[in-house]
């Protein structure tokens, strides 16, 4: 398995989303549960930083704070306008408590 190390799983806040730059992509890792994703950190309707909108558990999306389109986890698709286009996924990973990000693995649509 490739990928970046970027913080243990004990530094991320359950239900919330973290900024990370990984290579040159900023990323937003976002935990639910034991399990993290990881998308770009761009709103692609608005250059916007989705790490810092709101993660619904429920559905496995996050949702852009400033005109509010909901991005999936796993896909990357949004799921109401304003946004049309989606964000990349990557893969995302625990190994040994530690949060690996592969910025070169798609792991969704995008």
């Known amino acids: 398995m490739s990928g970046v190390v970027v913080c243990a799983l004990d530094d991320l806040l359950p239900g919330a989303a973290a900024r990370f730059?990984?290579?040159?992509?900023?990323?937003?890792?976002?935990?639910?549960?034991?399990?993290?994703?990881?998308i770009g950190d761009t709103c692609s309707h608005a250059e916007?930083?989705?790490?810092?909108?709101?993660?619904s558990t429920d559905d496995r999306s996050i949702e852009c704070w400033?005109?509010?389109?909901?991005f999936d986890l796993?896909?990357?698709v949004p799921d109401c306008l304003p946004?049309?286009?989606?964000?990349?996924?990557?893969v995302a990973h625990v190994v040994d408590g530690r949060?690996?990000?592969?910025?070169?693995?798609?792991?969704?649509?995008?």
């Open 21 to 38: 730059v990984v290579g040159d992509r900023a990323v937003a890792v976002i935990r639910i549960g034991d399990d993290v994703y990881a």
């Open 83 to 90: 946004a049309t286009q989606p964000v990349p996924v990557f």
């Open 48 to 55: 916007v930083s989705l790490s810092e909108g709101e993660v």
């Open 99 to 110: 949060v690996v990000i592969d910025v070169e693995t798609s792991g969704g649509a995008a």
């Open 74 to 76: 796993t896909t990357g």
């Open 66 to 70: 400033k005109h509010g389109s909901r």
